[in-house]
Structure formats: structure tokens, C-alpha cells
């Protein structure tokens, strides 16, 4: 969607009312989610999350599937992560893979975003993961990093996104309150 400035008080009411109308939308097709998640009786879930690092930070998902009172019963995290010298990917694209980090379950998370899914839509994240990790990628500190995995994970599921150029944690902020 393009943002266009309104020139006169009649634009800028039609572009009011077409926010508010997107607005709805987007909160409709998210109250049917769920509740397509609570008739199902499969409980999935995603959390895309931002953590500390040597450098500027990293943006990972974690997903799985919980049992009926809310706990975790199997769960996967990944993100993508540079396979050589960091440092060196700031200036030239580093072999990268798409996997777990050890980092990602022993630094504390600063920011998490959650979200319930469908059984479809968690078989949609599934399926992306595994398609991602199965292809070979390059990792660039500007040009394809972990916000970018985030960001196709996220568009997978059909989530509004900010731009891949923020710190991890202000990008996951940022997912979260614009859904």
C-alpha cells in the first residue's frame, strides 16, 4: 500500500476512512484467526524475538505447538545467522545458514512478539523454514540479515512489517505494533 500526503480537507478524509476501514480489516481477519485456532483444538504458536549480540543484536523466531493450558510442548528456533567472520559481512556478503544459534536460548530475549496461529498457518511457517534452511544464503549486515529472515517468515503469515534497517529489537517492537 502507498502512503500518499492529503493536499486538501476532502483527501484527507477519504485517506482517514480508508485507514479506519484497513484498520478494521486487519483486526476482523485477526479475531477470525484465532478464533479458527480455539474451534481447531490445535494450539500453535510463533514468537519473533530480538536478543543481544557482540554486534548490534539478532532477530530469530521460535514456533511449536503448546497443550491445552498455554505450555510449550515442542518448539523450534531458528533465525539466520553468518557462518564466517561478522565483521567482515558488514563490508562483503558471509556465508550464512538458516539454524539455531546457541546464543538464542542463552542470552535473555529483549523483546518478544507472539502470536497464535492456525494449523495452516503454522504448516505455512514450517514449511518456509524448512525451504530456507534447504537453500544456501549469504549474510550482509545491511543488505540480507536476520531482520530480512524475520521479514520473509512474516510475510509468510501475512504480518505488516517495518523495513529489514533497524536494531533487532526495535524491528520486532515494531512488527508487534503493527499487528
Known sequence: MRFVRASSKWSSRVATL??????????????????????AGERHFIEFRARPSTY??????????????????????????????????????????????KDDTRLPSLVIYRRHLTPAEYARVVAAVRHMQAREHLWHGVFFNCNDFAIAIAQVLGLNH?????????????LGMLN
Not at 558488514?90 to 539454524?99: A, E, Q
Open 162 to 174: 517495518a523495513p529489514s534497517l533497524m536494531p533487532p529489537d526495535a524491528w520486532v517492537g515494531s
Open 56 to 101: 548490534i543484536g539478532h532477530t530469530f523466531i521460535h514456533y511449536g505447538r503448546l497443550d491445552p493450558s498455554g505450555r510449550i510442548v515442542e518448539s523450534q528456533r531458528v533465525g539466520l545467522i553468518p557462518e564466517e567472520d561478522a565483521w567482515k559481512g558488514l563490508v562483503f556478503p558471509v556465508r550464512g545458514t538458516v539454524r539455531e544459534y
Open 18 to 39: 480508508v485507514s479506519a476501514v484497513v484498520a478494521g480489516c486487519v483486526a476482523f481477519s485477526s479475531a477470525d484467526s484465532q478464533a479458527q485456532v480455539r474451534a
